[in-house]
T-cell receptor, first 113, second 116 residues
Framework: SQTIHQWPATLVQPVGSPLSLECTVE??????LYWYRQAAGRGLQLLFY??????ISSEVPQNLSASRPQDRQFILSSKKLLLSDSGFYLC????????????FGSGTRLTVV | AQSVAQPEDQVNVAEGNPLTVKCTYS??????LFWYVQYPNRGLQFLLK??????LVKGSYGFEAEFNKSQTSFHLKKPSALVSDSALYFC??????????????FGTGTLLAVQP
């Protein structure tokens, strides 16, 4: 069966520090991968998605970047965090998302101080 | 353009009463519709989906949803609410857009509060 791992679960970082959040999927190949941010515990904002190694689509211009160095690994990064980067970050994977939907990771709570 | 709407920010219901969480959609082709639930500080969990076939879809934890093409709705329902059903619920839209988008469109979420 397929599983998705996301870590760390919580993170407190000072303003101006770098960020690296990692997401990996097991039990499938060539998944579509997504990074979402959820602010104030409500709406989901799609940040990046990837349909293959090295293929990244950015949905919203911002202080963050994403990379997919391996088929089942998706990394969210920042060189210098801003206070506004605080939020709940969710990774998800899918295959034919219109039909099968997404499977989400457990999320990372990022607090920038 | 494709869109999905959840008109209620919050729904309050007493334990044991039936609950409904509303979702409407707009899509040019055939809609694929999903419901997800999110508990505090957790990822979203899949509840149910409509792709084709029977308009009444049954899912996890006793939830069901009714696809209504004429009203372009996909409301989530449960006959008897539990306090443990209190969570944030998201409706999502996939669909036959005439090209693979690989993305779902999510509603803004509805907070369900079940009072004991």
């Amino acid at each position: 069966s397929q599983t998705i791992h996301q870590w760390p679960a919580t993170l407190v970082q000072p303003v101006g520090s770098p960020l690296s959040l990692e997401c990996t999927v097991e039990g499938t190949s060539n998944p579509n991968l997504y990074w979402y941010r959820q602010a104030a515990g409500r709406g989901l904002q799609l940040l990046f998605y990837s349909v293959g190694i090295g293929q990244i689509s950015s949905e919203v211009p911002q202080n963050l970047s994403a990379s997919r160095p391996q088929d089942r690994q998706f990394i969210l990064s920042s060189k210098k965090l801003l206070l506004s980067d605080s939020g709940f970050y969710l990774c998800a994977w899918s295959r034919d998302s219109e039909i099968y939907g997404y499977t989400f990771g457990s999320g990372t709570r990022l607090t920038v101080v | 353009a494709q869109s999905v709407a959840q008109p209620e920010d919050q729904v309050n219901v007493a334990e044991g009463n039936p609950l409904t969480v509303k979702c409407t959609y707009s899509v040019s082709g055939n809609p694929y519709l999903f419901w997800y639930v999110q508990y505090p500080n957790r990822g979203l969990q899949f509840l149910l989906k409509y792709i084709t076939g029977d308009n009444l879809v049954k899912g996890s934890y006793g939830f069901e949803a009714e696809f209504n093409k004429s009203q372009t709705s996909f409301h989530l329902k449960k006959p008897s609410a539990l306090v443990s059903d209190s969570a944030l619920y998201f409706c999502a839209l996939g669909g036959d857009y005439g090209g693979a988008t690989n993305k779902l469109i999510f509603g803004t979420g509805t907070l369900l509060a079940v009072q004991p």
